[in-house]
T-cell receptor
Framework: EDQVTQSPEALRLQEGESSSLNCSYT??????LFWYRQDPGKGPEFLFT???AGEEKEKERLKATLTKKESFLHITAPKPEDSATYLC???????????FGAGTRLAVHP | EAQVTQNPRYLITVTGKKLTVTCSQN?????MSWYRQDPGLGLRQIYY???????DKGDVPEGYKVSRKEKRNFPLILESPSPNQTSLYFC????????????FGQGTRLTVV
């Protein structure tokens, strides 16, 4: 069964304390992995697409990487404004839909 | 500004009273989807549309209807809402397919009492 698991569920960091969020997946024939940021009460905002193992994408303090079984979202020297829930998603192997993980709630404190 | 607009943002209704949540996108995207988001369950697809007049069920279609009469609009209809449909709903659109990166609306928080 196609599945996406994110860890940890919640992460609390001090400002400037770098860390990584994990997204592991089981899907037949990966056709992309997507990272989103979701602020409370708002819709998910698209961040990155990764297509193949070894690929990396960067945006400000965020860097996403992909292996054959998982993806990491690295946050370098985070700021309080990076606080949000980060979601990852993969296309379902056989249907027209995305499978989302439950997300990681990140809180960055000054 | 490219956007997906949902209305209303918040809605409290009673069991059995029909309601419609509207969704409109201004990016000329062919593909649109509806999701619901529940704590611990993540985002689950309700319905999707590949083009005008082409819609299909997602993971959790029971109790919902959709229509796609125009490219930009994709309303979600609850004919007889029940308390288990209390949730946060999102409309999304994409130019490459319902299983690719999508632009999401701001969400509609629905409470059915």
């Amino acid at each position: 069964e196609d599945q996406v698991t994110q860890s940890p569920e919640a992460l609390r960091l001090q400002e400037g304390e770098s860390s990584s969020l994990n997204c592991s997946y089981t899907v037949s024939g990966l056709r992309g992995l997507f990272w989103y940021r979701q602020d409370p009460g708002k819709g998910p905002e698209f961040l990155f697409t990764l297509y193949s193992a070894g690929e990396e994408k960067e945006k400000e303090r965020l860097k996403a990487t992909l292996t054959k079984k998982e993806s990491f979202l690295h946050i370098t020297a985070p700021k309080p404004e990076d606080s949000a829930t980060y979601l990852c998603a993969v296309p379902h192997g056989g249907y027209n839909k995305l499978i989302f993980g439950a997300g990681t709630r990140l809180a960055v404190h000054p | 500004e490219a956007q997906v607009t949902q209305n209303p943002r918040y809605l409290i209704t009673v069991t059995g009273k029909k309601l419609t949540v509207t969704c409109s996108q201004n990016m000329n995207h062919e593909y649109m989807s509806w999701y619901r988001q529940d704590p611990g369950l993540g985002l689950r697809q309700i319905y999707y549309s590949m083009n005008v007049e082409v819609t299909d069920k997602g993971d959790v279609p029971e109790g919902y209807k959709v229509s796609r009469k125009e490219k930009r609009n994709f309303p979600l209809i609850l004919e007889s809402p029940s308390p288990n449909q209390t949730s946060l709903y999102f409309c999304a659109s994409s130019d490459r397919g319902p299983n690719t990166e999508a632009f999401f609306g701001q969400g509609t928080r629905l409470t059915v009492v």
